[in-house]
């Protein structure tokens, strides 16, 4: 049976070019001991995928130039030969940016039994439902009494940041740019704020009107402005969960750190980061809380979705563009 996917031809330097990706195919050889074949129905793209293409290895290892990469899928096992798994299961796995994966068994996960799509355990049930929760619960501790604030407020893992901080009864206000973004984040009652075209102290004065008891939560995921402009409304003994930094991944060269970093000392305010692999051990007491939510309705998401394998670089690029609402996936058609 033959297997397409991608391979990286080069480490970029700043936004990827979309030729750096070129789609490929094999013949893949029989079952080994304990593997499993899977047919994909749904690939992730994520923006922490953008450091795996340096060739430096972080907290994970880098893609290799010309081998299949990786990433988060939903399938359909269509063959096995693993004991506890049997064909007509479905699975999610690491085995991405492909329409057809051959991985050991024992590295898929059975999808729970539930009513809520396949496709939401890429996004809101899963890695980035899982990294809100993480960051808002084991990281930044929020209370019910917290101002929160949270960057990339409309993307897979804000958009359920803001959701779970409402649910405590916290005020809560969402940073984000397109029009539409902040129109949905206002229909789920939280204070939307614009950071386009604005300056540090722009945006810090826009969070201040939004939230004029200031911050004590801060769920980052952008940095840049972002970040200096959160740091100058903190309250004292505020956290920051810092999940990520999208707007320094494509920097060509290193960006000068926030003016106003002192805030912490001066707010006595912790400033954390947090890989969310770290905390899976918790993972079903995040489903066990968010899964009923999302299956009635109280929780919702929203999904970018592009069509065919191919589309899978563009994709992936669209989330440095914000061409994303809610979680970016890939649908596989027969």
């Not at 050889?29 to 430096?56: A, H, Q």
């Not at 009652?189 to 969070?207: C, F, H, M, N, T």
């Not at 299956?295 to 670089?313: C, D, H, M, N, R």
Request: charged letters at 20%.
């Amino acid at each position: 049976m033959q297997s397409r996917f991608f391979t990286l031809t080069h480490y970029p330097t700043g936004l990827p070019k979309r030729e750096f990706f070129s789609l490929e195919s094999q013949e893949l050889p029989d079952l080994g001991e304990g593997e499993v074949r899977i047919r994909n129905r749904w690939l992730s793209v994520d923006p922490y995928m953008r450091g795996r293409m340096t060739g430096l290895r972080t907290y994970v290892a880098p893609f290799e130039l010309g081998k299949p990469m990786e990433g988060g899928a939903i399938g359909e096992v269509i063959a096995s030969n693993h004991p506890k798994i049997k064909a007509g299961e479905k699975v999610s796995h690491m085995g991405g940016w492909r329409d057809i994966a051959q991985v050991p068994g024992d590295s898929v996960t059975a999808l729970p039994n539930s009513d809520v799509p396949e496709q939401a355990y890429l996004g809101v049930l899963g890695m980035p439902g899982m990294t809100a929760w993480t960051g808002l619960n084991l990281i930044a501790e929020c209370k019910p009494s917290d101002n929160v604030l949270v960057s990339a407020a409309s993307g897979a893992v804000g958009s359920l940041a803001v959701q779970l901080a409402k649910a405590k009864g916290c005020h809560v206000v969402g940073i984000a740019g397109a029009a539409h973004k902040l129109a949905w984040l206002e229909s789920l009652g939280v204070e939307p704020v614009s950071y386009k075209d604005r300056s540090a102290q722009e945006l810090s004065d826009a969070i201040k009107l939004a939230s004029t008891n200031g911050i004590d939560v801060y769920f980052e995921n952008v940095g840049g402005v972002c970040l200096e402009a959160a740091l100058s409304q903190l309250n004292d003994g505020a956290r920051i969960a810092v999940c990520g930094m999208i707007d320094s991944y494509n920097a060509e060269k290193p960006a000068p750190g926030p003016s106003n970093l002192s805030q912490l000392v001066v707010r006595k305010a912790k400033m954390q980061g947090f890989i969310v692999a770290d905390h899976w051990s918790s993972y079903r007491y995040f489903l066990n809380e968010v899964a009923p939510q999302v299956a009635q309705g109280k929780i919702v998401y929203k999904e970018t979705v592009k069509e065919g394998l191919g589309s899978t670089p563009d994709a992936f690029l669209a989330l440095f563009e914000g061409g994303n609402t809610g979680k970016m996936l890939v649908k596989l058609t027969d």
